[in-house]
């Protein structure tokens, strides 16, 4: 599983590096350091992170990101994969924002989507698109 820098994560999260160093000072998220000391963070534990910061109704820790979309692409991280036998179910966490696309499974198997990977959403019209970042 892909694990996360600090600012990467804060570049997913929609926040500064600095929160999310707070964050995981105040054990909020989970870290490791590599054999260099860096922090790291697990990619499944940044993808449910970023399912509670969104839900956060009192927004008490989340700064005002401005986080708006550029050319309808919506960096974020995976969240949840579910597989059908044709159909697939992708949802994204974009900042504050949930993307949920529906694609073939043929299409989630070749990108190789999985919770906790680093994706982009694209937006055109009712349609989403998501390629693998």
Do not use: C
Not at 67 to 90: C, E, H, M, W
């Amino acid at each position: 599983m892909r694990s996360y820098t600090i600012g990467q994560a804060a570049r997913l999260l929609g926040v500064s590096p600095d929160t999310v160093r707070r964050w995981a000072d105040a054990e909020r998220i989970p870290t490791r350091r590599d054999e260099f000391g860096k922090r790291l963070i697990e990619g499944t534990d940044l993808a449910a992170f970023s399912v509670a910061l969104a839900a956060d109704a009192n927004g008490s820790d989340s700064e005002d990101s401005g986080y708006t979309s550029v050319r309808n692409a919506f960096p974020g991280i995976i969240t949840a994969v579910k597989l059908g036998d044709v159909a697939a179910q992708v949802e994204i966490q974009a900042g504050p924002h949930r993307l949920v696309s529906l694609l073939t499974r043929e299409a989630v198997e070749e990108l190789g989507l999985a919770v906790g990977m680093e994706a982009v959403a694209r937006v055109k019209s009712t349609n989403v698109h998501v390629d693998r970042a």
